[in-house]
């Protein structure tokens, strides 16, 4: 397929200051942190200005509101406009709206993302303010005690103990860990949490989408965990044209749960960090089916339609879905014939 043609999508969603926008959309016309992360994910492991230049634009952020993140590495966040924001202007200020602000997971991918560029080469960290910010970043994961708090979760909703979130944070721990002073107690924590809540999601949710970030891009579980999240999620949440995020979600349901588009490419993703490279190309099929010519790939298709909704495209799904193409290596002939 043409990758060329799905990077021109994504940097129509780029902003002059680094960072992208969810979508183009008037909904969606935000950044969100996470979003930011996953978008890049294609240009990770390669020293890319894409990647560098995004990161930069998020320490920034963080730089903009340090004074909040100062607050709450010591004094615990009670109302959800103390958090550290998860959704901003394209210029990246804080937007006014009430918000699920309170997501870990996101503060979890942006350490994940910084120790894991470094790692690869890329320019992430500019000079000493930045490595500061990262401190802060870990105290404020500390003072929220990420291990046992109830957050928003990777989808914005109800308050619970979120695996995704804690392990997000995990991970960014781990990642940061020879960068910053991470103490070992606040990663064994986090573990002992999953070790308790998985493989369920939380108290509410036998399985859920976002658990596959535990298994790619966190690397965070066990081959036998990871085995069994992808056949909870497989056997409950997999539809016709992606997934579905959990059971008897209301988001964009019209008669049944709205099928999220990058889905596919993510339990892709998933088999191939286990090894397991014929099952990651029964969905290269699957993947290509909801890649429309233009690449410009939906959030979802609105739940008992065969209809996207008005995310489109969605930065974070076009990233997945040619992430998982480039990475299998399939060309343009392979697909036609895994299609027949």
């Given at each position: 397929?043409?990758?060329?043609?799905?990077?021109?999508?994504?940097?129509?969603?780029?902003?002059?200051?680094?960072?992208?926008?969810?979508?183009?959309?008037?909904?969606?016309?935000?950044?969100?942190?996470?979003?930011?992360?996953?978008?890049?994910?294609?240009?990770?492991?390669?020293?890319?200005?894409?990647?560098?230049?995004?990161?930069?634009?998020?320490?920034?952020?963080?730089?903009?509101?340090?004074?909040?993140i100062?607050?709450?590495?010591?004094?615990?966040?009670?109302y959800?406009?103390?958090?550290?924001?998860?959704?901003?202007?394209?210029?990246?200020?804080?937007l006014?709206?009430?918000?699920?602000?309170?997501?870990?997971?996101?503060?979890?991918?942006?350490?994940?993302?910084?120790?894991?560029?470094?790692?690869?080469?890329?320019?992430?960290?500019?000079?000493?303010?930045?490595?500061?910010?990262?401190?802060?970043?870990?105290?404020?994961?500390?003072?929220?005690?990420?291990?046992?708090?109830?957050?928003?979760?990777?989808?914005?909703?109800?308050?619970?103990?979120?695996a995704?979130?804690?392990?997000?944070?995990?991970?960014?721990?781990?990642?940061?860990?020879?960068?910053?002073?991470?103490?070992?107690?606040?990663?064994?924590?986090?573990?002992?949490?999953?070790?308790?809540?998985?493989?369920?999601?939380?108290?509410?949710k036998?399985?859920?989408?976002?658990?596959?970030?535990?298994?790619?891009?966190?690397?965070?579980?066990?081959?036998?965990t990871?085995?069994?999240?992808?056949?909870?999620?497989?056997g409950?949440?997999?539809?016709?044209?992606?997934?579905?995020?959990?059971?008897?979600?209301?988001?964009?349901?019209?008669?049944?749960?709205?099928?999220?588009?990058?889905?596919?490419?993510?339990?892709?993703?998933?088999?191939?960090?286990?090894?397991?490279?014929?099952?990651?190309?029964?969905?290269?099929?699957?993947?290509?089916?909801?890649?429309?010519?233009?690449?410009?790939?939906?959030?979802?298709?609105?739940?008992?339609?065969?209809?996207?909704?008005?995310?489109?495209?969605?930065?974070?799904?076009?990233?997945?879905?040619?992430?998982?193409?480039?990475?299998?290596?399939?060309?343009?002939?392979?697909?036609?014939?895994?299609?027949e």
């Open positions: 397929m043409d990758m060329e043609k799905a990077l021109q999508v994504l940097d129509t969603m780029r902003l002059p200051n680094g960072a992208y926008t969810a979508s183009r959309s008037n909904d969606y016309n935000y950044v969100w942190i996470r979003d930011v992360c996953y978008t890049v994910l294609p240009f990770l492991y390669t020293p890319s200005e894409r990647y560098e230049k995004a990161y930069h634009a998020l320490f920034d952020l963080f730089k903009k509101y340090e004074w909040k100062d607050i709450h590495r010591k004094k615990r966040p009670v959800l406009f103390e958090y550290i924001h998860s959704r901003y202007s394209t210029d990246l200020t804080e006014e709206q009430e918000w699920g602000h309170a997501q870990n997971d996101a503060i979890g991918a942006f350490l994940w993302g910084v120790g894991e560029g470094f790692k690869y080469g890329q320019k992430v960290i500019r000079d000493e303010g930045d490595l500061i910010i990262l401190q802060k970043l870990v105290d404020y994961l500390e003072c929220v005690r990420y291990w046992e708090a109830e957050d928003n979760g990777m989808w914005e909703e109800n308050m619970e103990v979120h995704s979130s804690v392990g997000a944070c995990v991970a960014g721990l781990k990642a940061v860990k020879l960068l910053v002073n991470v103490k070992k107690e606040m990663i064994l924590k986090g573990e002992e949490t999953l070790r308790n809540l998985l493989p369920r999601e939380s108290a509410t036998e399985t859920d989408l976002a658990l596959l970030s535990l298994i790619f891009p966190y690397r965070v579980v066990d081959r036998n990871a085995l069994q999240i992808l056949k909870n999620v497989t409950t949440l997999e539809r016709e044209f992606g997934c579905i995020r959990y059971v008897n979600d209301y988001y964009y349901n019209e008669g049944s749960e709205a099928e999220w588009c990058f889905g596919f490419p993510w339990l892709g993703l998933c088999y191939l960090e286990l090894g397991m490279e014929e099952k990651a190309l029964e969905y290269v099929g699957k993947t290509k089916r909801v890649i429309p010519d233009n690449w410009e790939v939906p959030e979802l298709y609105v739940g008992g339609t065969d209809k996207p909704n008005g995310n489109t495209p969605l930065a974070w799904a076009v990233a997945m879905a040619m992430l998982f193409l480039e990475r299998v290596g399939v060309s343009e002939s392979n697909l036609v014939t895994l299609n």
